[in-house]
């Protein structure tokens, strides 16, 4: 059964820096791998989406890559900014029935 | 750009009540999903639906029920709302898509609380 992983589950830094979010799971059979973004009360907004047969994706700051063999994608956010704020939630689609299998998301906050 | 609305943003209902959320996309998805979210227990698929009619239950369907009349529209009733169906809900859609690329969109929730 797929399972995904997100370590840590919260994460503080000052504003500026470049940092890195994991995402891990446990079946390299995987569609495709998204990751969102959710602030506050709020829905989720689609941040990017890397197909199994692409290694990486960007989007402005954000960068994620996909490693199906060792089962790990990362989000790499540069130069961060309060506004960065947010919980960060991967999912992987695992089957072909369009359902995703989500992690628990990592809870960032920059500080100005 | 893609848009999904759902019908409130917050809904305070009665025990024992008949509770319909709706949600409409406009970009001609089949696929449309109804999740809840509870602290803790992370984002749960109750429903979802891959065309028009067809409905498919998720991880906790029970309580619920779903509608899906029109391609644009797919509505999560609740028959008799209880307590414990207080949470925040979330519908999304995504396209089938072709090798893989079905990126979902998600509406702004309805935080349902249940009195």
């Known amino acids: 059964k797929q399972e995904v992983t997100q370590i840590p589950a919260a994460l503080s830094v000052p504003e500026g820096e470049n940092l890195v979010l994991n995402c891990s799971f446990t079946d390299s059979a995987i569609y495709n791998l998204q990751w969102f973004r959710q602030d506050p009360g709020k829905g989720l907004t689609s941040l990017l989406l890397?197909?199994?047969s692409q290694r990486e994706q960007t989007s402005g700051r954000l960068n994620a890559s996909l490693d199906k063999s060792s089962g790990r994608s990362t989000l790499y956010i540069a130069a961060s900014q309060p506004g960065d704020s947010a919980t960060y939630l991967c999912a992987v689609r695992a089957d072909s029935n369009y359902q995703l299998i989500w992690g628990a998301g990592t809870k960032l906050i920059i500080k100005p | 750009d893609v848009k999904v609305t759902q019908s409130s943003r917050y809904l305070v209902k009665r025990t024992g009540e008949k509770v319909f959320l709706e949600c409409v996309q406009d970009?001609?998805?089949?696929?449309m999903f109804w999740y809840r979210q509870d602290p803790g227990l992370g984002l749960r698929l109750i429903y979802f639906?891959?065309?028009?009619?067809?409905?498919e239950k998720g991880d906790i369907p029970e309580g619920y029920s779903v509608s899906r009349e029109k391609k644009e529209r797919f509505s999560l009733i609740l028959e008799s709302a209880s307590t414990n169906q207080t949470s925040m809900y979330l519908c999304?859609?995504?396209?089938?898509?072709?090798?893989?690329?079905?990126?979902?969109?998600f509406g702004p929730g309805t935080r349902l609380t249940v009195l």
């Open positions: 970009m001609d998805h089949e696929n």
């Open positions: 999304a859609s995504s396209p089938h898509g072709t090798g893989g690329y079905n990126e979902q969109f």
């Open positions: 639906s891959y065309d028009v009619k067809m409905k």
């Open positions: 890397i197909q199994s």
